[in-house]
């Protein structure tokens, strides 16, 4: 069964830095993409960032420039490196794998990112 634990959350006053960590464990076939969401109350979960096989990665226009997302395949770990943080960039994130030759989802339980004005 994979399980994805993230670590790093937390407080930060705007213009601050925060870095994400997300690790997958009971990984038997291969990852083919990771990344992360989140979610601000009362809004839906939406696309941050992903990092597919060969390193290629994807953000969302708002945090483009600012954010960084890296994969550490040998541990399969990601990563986002949050830069400039706003407070529009509050909200929960969660980690997010597809995994597998079905390619099947699968979240962590998510962390709480606060970015105070």
């Known amino acids: 069964q994979v399980q994805l634990v993230e670590s790093g959350g937390g407080l930060v006053q705007a213009g601050g830095s925060l870095r994400l960590s997300c690790a997958a464990s009971?990984?038997?076939?291969?990852?083919?993409?990771m990344g992360w969401y989140r979610q601000a109350p009362g809004k839906q979960r939406d696309l941050v960032a992903t990092i597919g096989r060969g390193g290629i990665s994807n953000y969302a226009d708002s945090v483009k420039g600012r954010f960084t997302i890296a994969r550490d395949y040998g541990k399969n770990t990601v990563y986002l490196q949050m830069n400039s943080l706003k407070p529009e960039d509050t909200a929960v994130y969660y980690c997010?794998?597809?995994?597998?030759?079905?390619?099947?989802?699968?979240w962590g339980q998510g962390t709480q990112v606060t970015v105070s004005s």
């Open positions: 997010w794998v597809d995994y597998g030759p079905g390619g099947t989802d699968y």
């Open positions: 009971g990984i038997i076939f291969s990852i083919n993409a």
